[in-house]
């Protein structure tokens, strides 16, 4: 059935969020990124923030994030979207803006800048996506690929004694007085990404209530760099992400928790 | 007689950027310029504005490129090893034009080298210490009164071709305090349609420099080429003293033409036709008035407090037939009158046979 | 005498442009009713397809829509009550 044969009667159950253009993402086949746009997109538009949301792109598979929104974005240098944000935030109080960051630029090259945000609290929100590898530069080790994962730097399998050991952010970060809401979620079914979306709509409202900075790990697929094809790179997440990056909110301090509450009876 | 206030240089440029209407700083401490810093975190609150202690200079060179984006005056100060860290973020601006103010008191390097006062950043500061095809405007004050003016006309100067602009004092200038008369605080700050304060009412903004395709990108980086082409041909100022009846003419900025001054002055009591000629902004070079002196002059002496960098621009300048000395200091030590004055008088008894 | 198949209360349209090829709609969707097409898009994909077969054994789940990283599928329920004709 072609669009042309909707008829206007039936409702939809589910459709493009309108905050999402119709700009074809540039992902490869069963990447995670791609849910996770959408997902964003969903809460922007359910919490009406196209006047507001600021995409902070950072350097990696999604580099062209502010591209797929229809609201105001712009670049940031690798690693430093935490800073780029948290200059936005500080010069127009009123925007929502959220850094939208990989492990690489996230956990590897920007770790003091999403450290130090978290440590001034600012009232930002980083949506933090962990697929344990480097995609956009062709599969290398990330700082979250796990001992023994292939990449085309750890060629035999991560060796501590050579690369160290996976970092887990949500963990880390947590300890921090800064952040009001820290969780981690997946993509890995359907169950799992209307997770996500509660979560990042959370995180937003954490940031519209001027709680602090929120920030959401979402484990998510990377077919071509894991070289397992979409539906089995979804079990492969399963069977060994989750271990490691054991799903779950890190922080969620009270006044998140109401919100939370009020969330559930809305 | 207008009043004035005695006032250290990095006061001065502190000062300099509230007038100006600076709208947020982000600074990292580092010697000799944390009077800066200290001054703004308490001044910038005080004026409702905002002000951040970063964890470094590379997220204080970030933070500009945010508060950039959306469209406020902003600057940070630092000193040349942190100088070094901005490198990439201010190429960042230049390629996504935007405007900002960085503050570099140099001082003795290369390394971690030491507080004194130097000039060694020349390269990186003026022929681009970043990467890609970008320029930046250069300002080297003089005096604490230039510490103020020139602040605030680096603000001007970035919102008008939506660039970064380099305040480039020493840290000898840093430190100096001297009489300063106050400039009127800048009221009208240009509109930024373009700018990053959400999509209300107008299509989304983006605002960035990346382009996968290159020949997509090559038109962008061709306006900014035009960009500095128009800066070349608007923006050099320089100051010109005793050049009409000058055979020997000293070219130095910053700290080092305070020397040189001097050094000229005691010449002319013993009858030694010496000129200064001191530039002001190191991009745009004043290649055009250095190289209209040189029809008539045949002896340079550059005095900087670097290791013959800026000196390449002046022989560039006045090309290759004309004799041109090099009198300096590097690694943080100062150069004094006396130290010029003996160049002069070397130059003047030793004609280059020819 | 006349017999109307039972129309399901909901179906899903997949942009077959926009699709990549993946799978994980197919892989998630309860009632399989989701394939692979036989001939390739634009992009040199095989788009997923509703199988005619199966089609009305859509329920709107949207657990497609939900997997789908392309947001290639939108979910629609049918609101005309679906009759049944025995002759």
Redesign the interface.
Known sequence: ???SD?SE?????????ES?EDY??H?????????VF?LIAEVVNELNL?????C??SVGCS?NS??Y?????????HG?AP??????K???P??IPFTYQGDGDLAAIGT??I??ACA?GENITTIFVNNAIYGMTGGQMAPTTLVGMYSTSTPDGRKPALSGYPIRVCEMLSTLEGPAYVARVS?H??AA??KTKQAIKLAFRTQLAGLGISLVEVLSPC?TNWKV???KA?EWLVEHLLPQYPLGEYKVIEAVAVLRKEAGRA | MSSKTLMAGNIAIAEGAILAGC??Y?GYPITPQNEILEHMSKRMPEEGR?F?Q???E???I??????A????R?MTSTSSPGFSLEQ??IS?MSG?ELPGVIVNVMRGGPGLGNIGGAQGDYFQSIKGGGHGDYRVINLAPASVQEMMDLTMLAFELADKYRNPVVVLPDGFLGQAMEPVVMREPVTELPGKPWA??????RP???????EMEPANFRPRVELLLQKFEKIRRNEVRYEGINLDDASLVIVAYGSASRSALTAMRVARQEGLPVGLLRPITLFPFPYEALSNLAQRVDNFLVAELSSGQFIEDVRLAVGLDKRVELVNQYGGVPLSAEEILDAIEKMVKQPVGR | MVVAQRISS??I?I?AE?C?????C???CPKEIIGLASHINEKG?LPAV?LEEKAHDCT?C??C???????A????????VPIELVA
């Open positions: 059935m072609a669009k909707v009667l039936d409702t939809a159950l589910y459709h493009r969020p999402l074809p993402f992902f490869c086949p069963g990447c995670g990124h791609g849910i959408r196209k006047e507001r949301a600021v902070v792109a580099v502010y591209h929104f229809n609201f105001d974005g712009l670049e940031s240098a430093r800073a780029v944000a948290t200059a936005i500080r010069c127009h009123h925007l003091a800048e450290v130090h001034r993509v079914n359907p990404v209307r077919p094809e979409p539906v979804l | 709208q947020a982000f905002v951040v970063t964890e470094s590379l997220a204080a970030n933070m500009v490129y945010g508060a984006a959306a469209g406020c902003v990439e973020g960042y996504a990053i304060t959400g999509a209300l009412g989304k903004n983006i605002i960035n420099s990346f | 909901a179906y349209i942009d926009r990549k090829g993946c799978c994980l197919i892989s998630v994909y509703v709107g949207t657990a829509a939900m997997m789908c990283p392309d947001t599928i939108s979910v629609y329920r049918h609101n005309r």
